[in-house]
Structures are given as structure tokens and as C-alpha cells.
T-cell receptor, first 113, second 110 residues
Framework: GENVEQHPSTLSVQEGDSAVIKCTYS??????FPWYKQELGKRPQLIID?????GEKKDQRIAVTLNKTAKHFSLHITETQPEDSAVYFC????????????FGKGTRLLVKP | DGGITQSPKYLFRKEGQNVTLSCEQN?????MYWYRQDPGQGLRLIYY???????QKGDIAEGYSVSREKKESFPLTVTSAQKNPTAFYLC?????????FGQGTRLTVV
């Protein structure tokens, strides 16, 4: 079936360093790729998204890149801060008869001060 | 996020009891989902529904049941057959251009 793989499952970086989280998807009809941030005990919140007609999108310290040929997309966080510590989820829209979104399993990011 | 509401926020259950978690959305989304999240872990799909009166098992459906009698509602019942039900439960809804999560229900078996 369709799938979204997310790596790594945990990531630890020093404050100020960059963090990269990668996802791959299987449905070639996918055309929308959101990223969510979940702080402890709270719901995942949408932080950035990208559509298939765009290769890169930036919003301050976060950016997302998309490679449709390779079917992978990545979240980049620069100049990481302790408040970036959270669980991050990727997702991909499904174009076929399957359910409309598949979520990655999540990456726990820890930013050490 | 959007108009998706889960209730209650905290729920305590005695062993051997069934409990039902509520999820309601007013976003006119066709698809709804239930995920389980254990401490420090990612999302595991329990059930999902693409349209009213239809739902499919996810990766960990054993010990859970759902219904989708209305587009707005997708309640999850945690039955006594679920051996380790203590977890954080997240509901989500989507169409093909957006997806939102509810605020979650933390279920504890006492």
C-alpha cells in the first residue's frame, strides 16, 4: 500500500546547529506535503507545507524542499533553539482511491543548549 | 487547528471497562483518522474512515472499534480487549488539501 517513511526517528543537535528531517513517499500522485510540530502533551500543529509545483519554500528559520522525481521531501531548521525541541511529522496527500493523507511516524528533535 | 475537537482531554478507565473517545469536526472533511501515541514515540494508525458508513483498520486496530454514522463524528471505543490502552490518542481529519489534528485525549487505565 501507499506509505510515507520518515527519518531519523530521533535527532539530537547542539543549539545553533542545523537539523534536517527527511521523508519519502510512494504515491506518485501526491501533490501536497505538510509538516507538523508537536510539543509535549499538545496536538501536532502545521508549521510549513509545500505543493508539488514548488521545489523549495522558506519561512524564517525553517524550509522544506521537495524532489518529486525521487519522491522525497525534507524539513530544514537552521540556527536551532531549545524551543525547537519537539516531535515533527511529515505527511503526503494521496491522489488515488486511498485515504487522503498519510502521516510519517515522527521525529523527536532535541536541541541541547 | 481548524474545527476539530476531541473530548474529554483526560480519561481514566478501570480495567475491564470499555470507554469511548469523542472526535467531532466542522470542516466538512471526508476523511477522519485515529492515532495512538505512546511516550516518546510517533503516530500509529488505529482506524481511518474516508466516507460516512465506511472505515478501515489501521496498523493496530485490535482492541478498538469505531463508527462513522455522521460525516462530522468519528468516535473511538477502547474495549477491554485492548491489553495496554494507556496512551495519548489523536484524532485527525482531512480533505485532499489540508489535514488537522484534535487536541488529543490522554487515557489512563487505573
Amino acid at each position: 500500500g501507499e506509505n510515507v517513511e520518515q527519518h531519523p526517528s530521533t535527532l539530537s543537535v547542539q543549539e545553533g546547529d542545523s537539523a534536517v528531517i527527511k521523508c519519502t513517499y510512494s504515491d506518485s500522485a501526491s501533490n501536497y506535503f505538510p509538516w507538523y510540530k508537536q510539543e509535549l502533551g499538545k496536538r501536532p500543529q502545521l508549521i510549513i507545507d509545500i505543493r508539488s509545483n514548488v521545489g523549495e519554500k522558506k519561512d524564517q528559520r525553517i524550509a522544506v524542499t521537495l524532489n518529486k522525481t525521487a519522491k522525497h521531501f525534507s524539513l530544514h531548521i537552521t540556527e536551532t533553539q531549545p524551543e525547537d525541541s519537539a516531535v515533527y511529522f511529515c505527511a503526503a496527500s494521496m491522489g488515488g482511491q486511498g485515504f487522503s493523507f498519510i502521516f510519517g511516524k515522527g521525529t523527536r528533535l532535541l536541541v541541547k543548549p | 487547528d481548524g474545527g476539530i475537537t476531541q473530548s474529554p482531554k483526560y480519561l481514566f478507565r478501570k480495567e475491564g471497562q470499555n470507554v469511548t473517545l469523542s472526535c467531532e469536526q466542522n470542516l466538512n472533511h471526508d476523511a477522519m483518522y485515529w492515532y495512538r501515541q505512546d511516550p516518546g514515540q510517533g503516530l500509529r494508525l488505529i482506524y481511518y474512515s474516508q466516507i460516512v458508513n465506511d472505515f478501515q483498520k489501521g496498523d493496530i486496530a485490535e482492541g478498538y472499534s469505531v463508527s462513522r454514522e455522521k460525516k462530522e463524528s468519528f468516535p473511538l471505543t477502547v474495549t477491554s480487549a485492548q491489553k495496554n490502552p494507556t496512551a495519548f490518542y489523536l484524532c485527525a481529519s482531512s480533505n485532499r488539501v489540508e489535514a488537522f489534528f484534535g487536541q488529543g485525549t490522554r487515557l489512563t487505565v487505573v
